[in-house]
């Protein structure tokens, strides 16, 4: 029995459609492991996001009690500046 040209052909594709298979299953692999590491460091940044804002409002909880911290929470735009009242002068003749 000879070998066909379709015989060839489809061994062939065969071939082909395997090596495709095997270079589309490394980079599937190979993307899922870069999207667990960016998951991964966006659950860091988030919990780093958490821990900061706990401690910005504990700073102006404590800022309460103690007003020598205003200056730090002013500069860190964390509180407003605080204005002097204005005299009741501007509107009497």
């Known amino acids: 029995m000879k070998n066909s040209p379709l015989t060839t052909f489809l061994l062939a594709l065969l071939a082909v459609s395997a090596l495709l298979s095997i270079v589309f299953c490394a980079l599937y692999v190979s993307s899922s492991r870069e999207k667990h590491r960016w998951e991964t460091q966006v659950e860091g940044i988030k919990n ?46």
Do not use: C, F
């Open 48 to 93: 780093r996001n958490k821990a900061v804002t706990r401690l910005a409002n504990e700073a102006l909880e404590y800022s309460k009690h103690d007003t020598n911290l205003d200056a730090i929470l002013v500069w860190a735009n964390l509180k407003p500046k605080s204005n002097p009242p204005a005299s009741s002068k501007a509107g009497a003749k």
